[in-house]
């Protein structure tokens, strides 16, 4: 009998261990399949450079789901850009500056690593607002966990370059506040892409009001 239990004892805790490795594999962060630049409703293409631009904002709750964090309740929103290039040569994005102008005209620059970071040391209190953490607790990064750290390295869009016949693709993080459609009547630009001389490409421009109004926004 006593045999029997401890056997049992075994098997729960087995199971057990399986059933956290199975949580804890689900709920690790997968970019979303890929397509080319010219298949996303939103998108510019310039025949003539081989080059296009593609984007999908994640503005509402159930492609929001891809992240662990609620990006949304801080205020931000993640835009997935696609950089396809067709032609024969590389493209280079060392120089190429992104820029989101929202239907207001403010002008919005990608946030990076660190305002992300500092973001998420941020905590809503009813009374006063948001509001910095003084003493955050001793995680990565000033209060981040090594989940949050490892989800936001592997989601941010970081190429200098695109291959010829390839796509390079990651998620833009842009500090909109509390506005429930983000993307509503706003612009995505991206400057500053060279070819393989050196020359600078035209600018891209994305218009957001090509894409249907989101049923609701992440945060609902």
């Known amino acids: 009998m006593q045999r029997d239990n401890l056997f049992m004892r075994k ?28 298949a996303y409703v939103a998108h510019d293409v310039h025949p003539q450079e081989h080059l296009a631009l593609g984007v999908d904002p994640y503005d509402t709750k159930d492609k929001a ?33 992104f820029e989101f102008v929202t239907r207001s005209r403010e002008k919005l620059q990608p946030m990076s690593e660190g305002d992300l970071y ?5 905590i809503k209190n009813p009374a006063t607002g948001p509001h910095i953490i003084l003493t955050p607790p001793k995680r990565p990064k000033g209060g981040v966990t090594e989940k949050q750290q490892d989800e936001i390295e592997q989601a941010m869009f970081k190429a200098k370059a695109v291959e010829p016949h390839g796509s390079q693709a990651g998620f833009l993080f842009f500090q909109v506040g509390d506005d429930p459609h983000p993307v509503k009547g706003a612009h995505l630009y991206l400057s500053g892409v060279r070819d393989s001389s050196g020359h600078e490409t035209m600018f891209f421009e994305i218009s957001f009001d090509k894409m249907p109004l989101p049923s609701g926004s992440a945060e609902d």
Do not use: Y
Request: net charge positive; with cysteine.
């Open 118 to 122: 500092r973001a998420l040391t941020k």
């Open 11 to 38: 098997i729960i805790a087995l199971c057990s261990a399986l059933l956290f490795a199975v949580a804890l594999f689900a709920t690790t962060f997968s970019m979303p399949r890929v397509q080319p630049a010219g």
């Open 65 to 97: 789901k891809i992240f662990s964090i609620n990006w949304a309740e801080h205020g931000i929103v993640p835009i997935l850009v696609v950089v396809s290039n067709d032609g024969d040569k590389p493209a280079s994005l060392v120089d190429g500056n």
